[in-house]
């Protein structure tokens, strides 16, 4: 009996475990394409100007979804460090994240 209480409650750590993970890797994919289409857009490029404006609906709805999931302070740092983390392999949050630290060092 123990055993199966154990194992249950394993099971259940490791699922939550996994459902942020994918959580934080859907809202990173959201962030990374948000971004680039921000750089095209401010590039002049009017089509990314339109996508960017599509896609605030979206984040808004994703912002809501997993404030409310992740509502404790403790689940929001986990949730957000998964976020950056999964951000480093996006190109355009590179080129950002340069620029800026470029920026602040004029």
């Known amino acids: 009996m123990m055993f199966t209480a154990v194992s249950m409650m394993t099971l259940g750590l490791t699922s939550c475990g996994s459902s942020m993970e994918k959580d934080a890797k859907e ?37 809501e979804k997993f ?3 992740y509502a ?18 996006c190109d355009a949050y590179k080129k950002m994240k ?3 630290g470029n920026m602040g060092a004029e």
């Not at 996508?51 to 808004?60: F, I, P, V, Y």
């Not at 404790?72 to 392999?89: I, P, Q, R, W, Y």
């Open 27 to 63: 809202v990173s994919e959201f962030a990374c394409k948000s971004i680039d289409l921000q750089v095209k857009a401010m590039g002049g490029d009017t089509k990314a100007v339109e996508e960017t404006k599509k896609l605030e609906t979206e984040g808004k709805a994703l912002q």
């Open 67 to 69: 404030e409310k999931k």
């Open 98 to 100: 340069e620029a800026f």
């Open 72 to 89: 404790s302070e403790e689940d929001k740092k986990k949730f957000g460090e998964m976020v950056e983390k999964n951000l480093e392999t």
